[in-house]
């Protein structure tokens, strides 16, 4: 069994920043790409950042530049600091991970998810 769960999310003012973390815990193999994601009340959940194993990141457009994934494979934890926030930011965030567990099987995983909410 794994689990992805999430922490960091809050209340901030517009301008301001939040850091998210994800931990993966179970019995895990290896981890390959960690994304985080986002969903917007009344909208789609859309992609925000990746990261692969080695250390190759994407991000979406609306948070280039303000937004950073990075990941720590030796403690199965992927992070996500967001600077300069917007009220369009405002979502909840949600990582997934591709991961093999220890009897090799390849799934999606992904965590409850946590609030942010951007507002003065």
């Known amino acids: 069994q794994v689990q992805l769960v999430e922490s960091g999310g809050g209340l901030v003012q517009p301008g301001g920043s939040l850091r998210l973390s994800c931990a993966a815990s179970?019995?895990?193999?290896?981890?390959?790409?960690m994304v985080w994601n986002r969903q917007a009340p009344g909208k789609q959940r859309e992609l925000v950042a990746t990261?692969?194993?080695?250390?190759?990141?994407y991000y979406a457009d609306s948070v280039k530049g303000r937004f950073t994934i990075s990941r720590d494979n030796a403690q199965n934890t992927v992070s996500l600091q967001m600077n300069s926030l917007k009220p369009e930011d405002t979502a909840i965030y949600y990582c997934n991970a591709i991961i093999q567990t220890r009897n090799g099987a390849l799934n999606d995983y992904w965590g409850q998810g946590t609030q942010v909410t951007v507002s003065s």
């Open positions: 990261i692969t194993r080695s250390g190759d990141t």
């Open positions: 179970g019995s895990i193999f290896n981890i390959y790409n």
